[in-house]
């Protein structure tokens, strides 16, 4: 077969290359280079919406007599972080076998404060506190990231208002819903001087003093005076930075991410190998679909879908007999088992 | 959960106004539960047809489209977006025994992907998008790889 195998230089010989430029317990900046855009897309897609953490799923409301609405609060607490660490040993609700919720696919959180001074007072998520068996005695408590380890506000309450209820916490994905992600952001650049014209640059007179420099400018050639366009340029070298919202750590939000993009393979290869003999052959072989033998489709040249009386295969076996050997690839005799 | 429910009992008897049956199953007091569950198991012998074909449905995630051929194929995948479909796409495309791939989303509101794969006579589209599975993995066996080694290093001059 004539074919001119894809160019690679000696520095994609190499491999993907992984170069950290800030790291602390909040985030962590690094730059993947010798990848490919749809690599990099893939890892920042699932990161940011698919690896499992917990955050409280349902509140039961024992007593509310402050101004806010139940709905409300328990919005409001759904939205708060609860570390994470260990999620993993934790069930999903829908794959457990209880009813409702247990100890092996929830953390139950409670919160009672009654405002018994004289001013108002302020109710943080360290006030609510988790009860019962846990899986580990980390998981579900609400991450404190603050100063005075208060944690976010929920609410306030006047002098004689109460707020008692209690809160079941699950695991999840941030595809289900926002309050699941682990990472309160994650920045994704390349290409800072826009050599390849993925951005059209809005400007009043000259876009380079108008746009500030991204931080990551200084990291590229910039582009000399009067270069032409190069058109076989591909984006290789993109920078992340990993915020976490404080229930995983940015390392772990960067392993588990590729962790759930290997099983998402691992389960597809699984199933390819389960059904690759026969529902995959079987049932949706192309030559069975009611189409196929009309010569609607162009390939025309035979009476029946299975090809020449006798050859029950339709996968072949019997060589250029088949209607296989009618396509425009075929030298008649296909290679394939 | 007892200490809710003596709570709940008595505004019940004082309000009576607010329905329990309101609460959703899991919380329902537990002397209840024996007739739940008799209601569900009946439900449950009626829809066991249902059920079965939305598990048959479930349970194959890919499947192979009609009208493909050996070496041109198009595979339906359920339940993947562009996370897996470009990444997959790359990296099929890398292959050289691979003539042509591509990826779509015939539908925003159905969580549905198609990957068309066609491929030379010197292997058939379903081992090249296996093949494909197999060299992500693989690529993400040495991005981990790589990511934790450079945050090793960093820890270390940084200390």
């Known amino acids: 077969m004539d074919y001119d195998p894809m160019v690679m230089d000696d520095a994609e010989a190499l491999g993907p290359v992984v170069k950290i430029s800030q790291a602390d317990s909040v985030r962590v900046k690094y730059e993947l280079s010798n990848a490919d855009i749809a690599f990099a897309n893939s890892l920042r897609r699932v990161m940011l919406a698919e690896i ?13 007599s402050s101004v806010l609405a139940d709905e409300f609060i328990a919005h409001r607490l759904g939205l708060i972080p609860l570390n994470a660490e260990g999620v993993e040993s934790l069930l999903y609700g829908r794959d457990c076998d209880c009813d409702g919720f247990c100890e092996h696919c929830s953390v139950r959180l409670t919160l009672h404060a009654k405002c018994t001074g004289d001013e108002n007072m302020h109710v943080f998520a360290r006030d609510l506190v988790p009860t019962g068996e846990r899986v580990n005695q980390v998981l579900g408590t609400p991450v404190l990231s603050d100063a005075e380890g208060l944690g976010p ?13 209690e809160c079941i916490a699950r695991k999840g994905i941030a595809k289900e819903h926002a309050k699941w992600a682990p990472s309160a952001a994650i920045g994704f650049e390349y290409d800072p001087h ?7 640059l809005w400007y009043e007179s000259d876009p380079k003093t108008e746009w500030p420099p991204s931080e990551y400018a200084a990291w590229e050639e910039p582009p000399q005076e009067g270069e032409p366009f190069d058109y076989d340029a591909v984006p290789n070298r993109f920078y992340f930075n990993v915020e976490s919202a404080g229930n995983l750590s940015p390392d772990t939000i960067v392993s588990e991410g590729i962790k ?13 190998a389960d059904e690759g003999g026969n529902s995959m052959n079987g049932d949706y072989n192309g030559p069975r679909s009611p189409e196929y033998g009309t010569g609607a489709d162009g390939f025309g040249g035979y009476t029946t879908p299975f090809g020449n009386a006798g050859n029950q295969s339709s996968w072949g076996g019997a060589g250029g007999t088949t209607p296989y050997g009618t396509t425009p690839y075929g030298a008649g005799q296909s290679s394939w088992p | 959960m007892s200490r809710a429910r003596s709570k709940k009992e008595e505004s019940a008897e004082i309000e009576s106004d607010i329905a329990m049956e309101e609460a959703p199953t899991s919380h329902q007091p537990e002397d209840e539960m024996s007739v739940d569950q008799n209601e569900d198991e009946d439900a449950g012998d009626v829809e066991d047809d249902e059920d079965e074909e939305e598990e048959e449905e479930e349970g194959q995630r890919v499947r192979l489209l009609p009208g493909s051929t050996p070496t041109a ?22 292959n050289p025994d691979v003539e042509f791939c591509a990826y779509a989303i015939p539908h925003p509101s159905e969580a549905k992907m198609n990957v068309r794969i066609q491929t030379f006579e010197c292997t058939t589209a379903i081992q090249a998008l296996e093949k494909g599975l197999r060299d992500l993995q693989e690529l993400c066996d040495v991005v981990s790889e790589k990511f934790i080694d450079a945050r090793q290093k960093f820890a270390e001059n940084s200390s």
């Open chain 1, 52 to 64: 499992p953490t917990i955050a409280i799923d349902l509140v039961e409301i024992e007593e509310n």
């Open chain 2, 73 to 94: 194929a198009s595979f339906e995948f359920l339940n993947e977006g562009h996370t897996l479909g470009n990444a997959l796409r790359y990296i099929i495309m890398r």
């Open chain 1, 260 to 272: 759930v993009l290997q099983q998402k393979l691992a389960g597809l290869i699984h199933e390819l």
């Open chain 1, 153 to 165: 506000l929920i609410l306030k309450l006047r002098p004689g208002q109460e707020i008692k209820l």
């Open chain 1, 194 to 200: 826009n050599k390849l014209h993925h951005l059209d």
